[in-house]
């Protein structure tokens, strides 16, 4: 079986960073399949950061992969939850 797919690209983001010490990230990527008749797939970002004193911050996030036709017996919606700690300079 040929596994093989001409895709589209179709992306938006938004990032917010100027309100004080919260930031915003959010971006959706479309990848609409070319060559698979009604094929669709989408990955979705969602972080949220907050920057603590000395530089530390914290951060939390979720991503989201969708696929309308997946791989054999493959789940179609994929999720990924995460909360970082870190410190920048």
Same mark, same amino acid.
């Given at each position: ?23 915003l ?11 698979? &008749? ?5 990955? @979705? ?11 530390? =911050? !914290? &951060?939390?996030?979720?991503t989201?992969? @969708? ?11 994929? =999720? !990924? ?9």
């Amino acid at each position: 079986m040929d596994q093989r797919s001409v895709e589209a690209w179709i992306a938006s983001e938004l990032n917010i960073f100027d309100m004080g010490d919260v930031s915003l990230l959010s971006n959706i990527f479309d990848y609409p399949s070319l060559t698979e &008749k009604d094929r669709v797939r989408i990955d @979705y970002r969602l972080d949220l950061k907050y920057d603590m004193p000395l530089d530390f =911050y !914290i &951060k939390k996030g979720m991503t989201l992969n @969708y696929d309308n036709q997946p791989f054999q017996s493959s789940r179609s919606a994929d =999720y !990924i939850w995460q909360t970082t700690l870190g410190w920048s300079w």
